[in-house]
């Protein structure tokens, strides 16, 4: 089940931060569609230096668009794949 955030004052890496605190998988795409961070990367490498362990798995795009679905509205086009394409999402091991 996904955790609703709070967005504050502290701007878009902060909202993505309390995302992925708050126990939320995430993506490049969901990352830069949701909360405007272009570089999740550099994010994921930077709560890592900090002690954070950060998972990750294979996934069809499919199931990025679903769990993008419920914050926005994405619309792939319908002749593109999204069963075939695979993207890594990422998460915070307890």
């Given at each position: 089940m996904t955790k609703h955030l709070k967005l504050n004052k502290?701007?878009?890496?902060?909202?993505?931060?309390?995302?992925?605190?708050?126990?939320?998988?995430?993506?490049?795409?969901?990352?830069?569609?949701l909360f405007g961070v272009q570089d999740l990367n550099r994010e994921l490498l930077r709560m890592k230096k900090k002690?954070?362990?950060?998972?990750?798995?294979?996934?069809t795009m499919t199931k990025i668009i679903i769990r993008l679905n419920k914050f926005s509205v994405?619309?792939?086009p319908k002749n593109l794949p999204t069963n075939e394409i695979v993207m890594n999402e990422y998460w915070l091991n307890n």
């Amino acid at each position: 089940m996904t955790k609703h955030l709070k967005l504050n004052k502290f701007g878009n890496v902060m909202a993505l931060k309390e995302h992925i605190l708050l126990g939320n998988k995430i993506s490049r795409i969901e990352a830069l569609v949701l909360f405007g961070v272009q570089d999740l990367n550099r994010e994921l490498l930077r709560m890592k230096k900090k002690g954070f362990i950060i998972k990750n798995s294979k996934v069809t795009m499919t199931k990025i668009i679903i769990r993008l679905n419920k914050f926005s509205v994405c619309k792939p086009p319908k002749n593109l794949p999204t069963n075939e394409i695979v993207m890594n999402e990422y998460w915070l091991n307890n």
